[in-house]
């Protein structure tokens, strides 16, 4: 199955900073979704984005799926940004899930 | 708020039970989808439902069951559990397979003890 790389693990930063999250995966993908576990253990979709690029707030992704990567950027980060992120592509061509990556985990510290 | 609902929240059992979540999808969505987090695994597939028949099986154990019900509510049965069973169940729905968007519910935390 496909395989899904996340970068870096761990991020620790000021609140207001910036940061950039990477997910490399190893096959074509039809479908690609970014979530937020928050820290009650929640799945937030935070964006569908098979392809190109999406804004919405002070977040924003962009999946380039022919290199097989997708970048989720958050800017002026809030201590409410604090949680882990996962990608989750699908590679399609048959019936299964999304398929995990271990996930980035952020602390937004006050 | 997903629209997915999952009860219950929280179950507390002993080794070698058996336990049965619920998942309600979103209003209109045909798909259901089960999967697991562990500390271990993190998180995986294991099961998808469309429209009341089984399409996909992920890393399902042999000792889980799912099926889908005619009002589109599908139910997780795991029996004779373990230890290791331990974790977050979640179910997602989406509007059809494959290439749409799955939407999440809150998950069930299963403890066995």
């Known amino acids: 199955g496909i395989q899904v790389e996340q970068s870096p693990p761990d991020l620790i930063l000021q609140e207001g900073a910036n940061s950039t999250l990477r997910c490399n995966f190893s096959?074509?993908?039809?479908?690609l979704q970014w979530f937020h576990q928050n820290p009650w253990g929640q799945l937030i979709n935070l964006f569908y984005?098979?392809?190109g690029t999406k804004q919405n707030g002070r977040l924003s992704a962009t999946t380039v799926a022919t290199e097989r990567y997708s970048l989720l950027y958050i800017s002026s980060s809030q201590t409410t940004d604090s949680g882990v992120y996962f990608c989750a592509p699908h590679s399609g061509g048959g019936a299964d899930g999304l398929t995990f990556g271990k996930g980035t985990h952020l602390i937004i510290q006050p | 708020d997903s629209g997915v609902t999952q009860t219950p929240k929280h179950l507390i059992t002993a080794t070698g039970q058996r336990v049965t979540l619920r998942c309600s999808p979103r209003s209109g969505d045909l798909s259901v989808y089960w999967y697991q987090q562990s500390l271990d695994q993190g998180l995986q597939f294991l099961i998808q439902y469309y429209n009341g028949e089984e399409r996909a099986k992920g890393n399902i154990l042999e000792r889980f069951s799912a099926q889908q019900f005619p009002d589109l509510h599908s139910e997780l049965n795991l029996s004779s559990l373990e230890l290791g069973d331990s974790a977050l169940y979640f179910c997602?729905?989406?509007?059809?397979?494959?290439?749409?968007?799955?939407?999440f519910g809150p998950g069930t935390r299963l403890t066995v003890t």
């Open positions: 984005i098979p392809s």
């Open positions: 096959d074509s993908v039809n479908n």
């Open positions: 997602a729905s989406s509007v059809a397979p494959d290439t749409y968007e799955q939407y």
